[in-house]
């Protein structure tokens, strides 16, 4: 009888108590690596890698050093921290969680758009001060909303705001209708958009196109009761701008979840402006977030092993 082939995966140590038990029914071989990306038992043969957040160094050492992986999973939506010329170089084929995170995010922004809306620090402070004063506050329906990014976070963004009437424009590559979204345009109508928008959501992945493209031109064209939200990357947004722009009221405020530096400085302007409601890098975060990137993991990796397609596959030339 010949011995079935087993597949060598390496995984993330916090997931080794959840995978483990699984190998039999897979017939994998799972191989745990610390939060450093550095494999807690001989990798050699390793086909598959579920990559988290590792120093990229470390990811190119892996794959310079493991001729045999043929697949990278990774936990991020996002994958520009992956294509490095090293990952680029190789065959790999590379998969990502698009959509595992959506759900989390999507709140954190209805959440704090209805907050910032009504005011709802101001109500707290009232309350701490025994303070009984009736107030007059806008609704947030009939704004106006464009959405930089047509993926699986703007399309739960837009899913749950037009529940509240608000009028979503999504802004893409290709201006291709989409149900989810009451319109859909190009990148080169975001500024004459602008002009009339309530809210800039941006949830575009990181690419040499959208670097930098949320720049200072591109944000004097929002009215100065207009708003930024970036829930996708620091780097495509101009943060001096946007400093600047608070600074002088030209816009009313920001909400951020990402910064070209993180954690962000403790000296950083974004702590103290009025306006700013800081978000360190967690909207993603949720119970349920560990449940759907297992869920969808497995499936891949039952594919992988059954030599099938894969779901979530990137286009590394597009970025995404």
């Not at 010949?2 to 108590?17: D, G, Q, R």
């Not at 967690?282 to 990137?293: G, I, L, N």
């Amino acid at each position: 009888m010949v011995a079935a082939v087993t597949t060598t995966v390496l995984i993330p140590e916090h997931f080794e108590s959840d995978l483990a038990p699984r190998s039999g029914e897979l017939g994998v071989n799972f191989i745990p690596y610390d939060p450093e990306g550095r494999p807690l038992r001989d990798p050699s043969g390793a086909a598959a890698l579920f990559r988290w957040w590792i120093p990229r160094a470390q990811g190119d050492r892996l794959i310079e050093t493991i001729p045999t992986l043929w697949w990278i999973h990774t936990g991020s939506a996002g994958v520009d921290h992956i294509l490095t010329p090293a990952f680029l170089a190789s065959n790999i084929q590379l998969t990502n969680s698009a959509g595992v995170h959506a759900v989390s995010i999507s709140e954190w922004v209805v959440a704090a758009m209805l907050s910032i809306t009504k005011d709802l620090p101001r109500m707290r402070e009232q309350q701490r001060s025994r303070i009984w004063e009736k107030v007059e506050r806008p609704e947030l329906g009939r704004q106006q909303v464009v959405i930089l990014g047509a993926g699986e976070i703007a399309g739960h963004i837009s899913r749950r705001l037009r529940a509240f009437d608000v009028t979503v424009t999504a802004v893409r590559r290709r201006a291709s209708p989409d149900a989810r979204f009451d319109a859909v345009a190009l990148v080169s109508d975001l500024p004459a958009l602008l002009k009339s928008a309530d809210w800039l959501i941006i949830a575009v992945p990181l690419t040499a196109e959208t670097r930098g493209l949320v720049n200072r031109s591109m944000m004097e064209q929002i009215p100065s009761t207009g708003r930024v939200v970036n829930v996708a990357r620091g780097e495509i947004v101009d943060e001096g701008a946007l400093v600047d722009l608070l600074r002088e009221g030209r816009l009313a405020g920001a909400v951020l979840d990402v910064f070209q530096e993180e954690p962000l400085p403790s000296a950083h302007p974004f702590w103290t402006l009025d306006g700013v409601t800081l978000l360190p890098h967690t909207t993603w975060r949720s119970p349920r977030v560990k449940e759907r990137q297992l869920d969808l993991f497995l499936r891949n990796l039952r594919h992988f092993v059954a030599s099938e397609s894969l779901e979530n596959l990137v286009d590394v030339r597009a970025g995404y």
